[in-house]
Antibody, heavy 118, light 108 residues
Framework: EVQLVEFGGGLVTPGGSLRLSCAASGFTFSNAWMSWVRQAPGKGLEWVGR??????????DYAAPVKGRFTISRDDSKNTLYLQMNSLKTEDTAVYYCTTLVPYFDNWGQGTLVTVSS | DIQMTQSPSTLSASVGDRVTITCRASQSISSWLAWYQQKPGKAPKLLIYKASNLKSGVPSRFGGSGSGTEFTLTISSLQPDDFATYYCQQYESYSPYTFGQGTKLEIK
């Protein structure tokens, strides 16, 4: 059974940084494209970014609102996906979901809440 | 960006009803469309991919159709577990992947 478990969310002040992690199991993580999707409180779903598998270069792509501030990486030896978030803004407040990408969002984690507030 | 527009935004229906949700793309996306179901406080779940392909384990009362710019999600006979918010999403272009604004399906 595919499992994705995110952690690392919390309260951070504007301009601060936070790193989210997503522990994957139940599938061959190194073969998977992975993605982050977020959802602001009471709002819809917004794609954040994606990372290809290493044998395809491990290339990353990002949505415009986070490009240059967020970085997605992966550690295939630990079956873990990361989202490094820098220069956080209040509008980044959301639940962040880790997903497999096939190229639709096939499996989702339970999400982790990031609150950016002073 | 490819804009995705769902209608209606809210839908009231009763158990046993047949309901249809529409999703329109701002340009042709062929059949590169997925549908998701989300319940309050939970992660979204994939229902349908490539416009009409049911994910394994999804009840057969769910169906998808369409191509190009217009798509529909149909639930043939609503069950109590189906009251949720539904989102469409295009993956013709990853730059960026985009979702519809959601359709909340409520109990009448």
């Amino acid at each position: 059974e595919v499992q994705l478990v995110e952690f690392g969310g919390g309260l951070v002040t504007p301009g601060g940084s936070l790193r989210l992690s997503c522990a994957a199991s139940g599938f061959t993580f190194s073969n998977a494209w992975m993605s982050w999707v977020r959802q602001a409180p009471g709002k819809g779903l917004e794609w954040v970014g994606r990372i290809k598998r290493k044998n395809e270069g491990g290339t990353t792509d990002y949505a415009a609102p986070v490009k240059g501030r967020f970085t997605i990486s992966r550690d295939d030896s630990k079956n873990t996906l990361y989202l490094q978030m820098n220069s956080l803004k209040t509008e980044d407040t959301a639940v962040y979901y880790c997903t497999t990408l096939v190229p639709y969002f096939d499996n989702w984690g339970q999400g982790t809440l990031v609150t950016v507030s002073s | 960006d490819i804009q995705m527009t769902q209608s209606p935004s809210t839908l009231s229906a009763s158990v046993g009803d047949r309901v249809t949700i529409t999703c329109r793309a701002s340009q042709s996306i062929s059949s590169w469309l997925a549908w998701y179901q989300q319940k309050p406080g939970k992660a979204p779940k994939l229902l349908i991919y490539k416009a009409s392909n049911l994910k394994s384990g999804v009840p057969s009362r769910f169906g998808g159709s369409g191509s190009g710019t217009e798509f529909t999600l149909t639930i043939s006979s609503l069950q109590p577990d189906d009251f949720a918010t539904y989102y469409c999403q295009q993956y013709e272009s990853y730059s960026p992947y985009t979702f519809g604004q959601g359709t909340k399906l409520e109990i009448k």
